[in-house]
């Protein structure tokens, strides 16, 4: 059997809503949304945990996405440096950095001989 459908948040916020409240069980809730007793169980968990992390100030996503920034922001400066430091190296030798590198045109073909 396949995975039900993907509930819109309100409709799950509504029967989170009866369900805390009384109106409903969770098996009702269950039945009445298509989905397994333990699909409502990790919904009213993610909802009371967004809730207490709103609450608190700090938002789960926004502190995920602010980390990832500052480690991709960290490594962008490392390969910024890494690459001056080649540049470097390479004038260094006196190795000329062409700006553009030409690409082959058609089929590369050996040269022939004439002899």
């Not at 190795?95 to 058609?106: L, N, Q, Y």
């Amino acid at each position: 059997m396949g995975r039900p459908p993907i509930l819109p948040a309100d409709k799950k916020l509504g029967l989170l809503v009866r369900v805390m409240s009384g109106q409903l069980t969770a098996a009702e809730a269950a039945r009445e949304a298509g989905v397994s007793e333990q699909s409502v169980s990790n919904w009213r968990r993610q909802f009371i945990e967004g809730a207490r992390n709103g609450l608190a100030g700090e938002s789960g996503r926004d502190s995920e996405e602010a980390s990832r920034i500052a480690e991709l922001t960290q490594e962008n400066a490392m390969l910024k440096a890494t690459i001056g430091e080649l540049y470097m190296e390479l004038r260094k030798f006196g190795r000329g950095i062409p700006s553009r590198v030409p690409m082959p045109r058609g089929k590369i073909r050996p040269e022939r001989r004439v002899n």
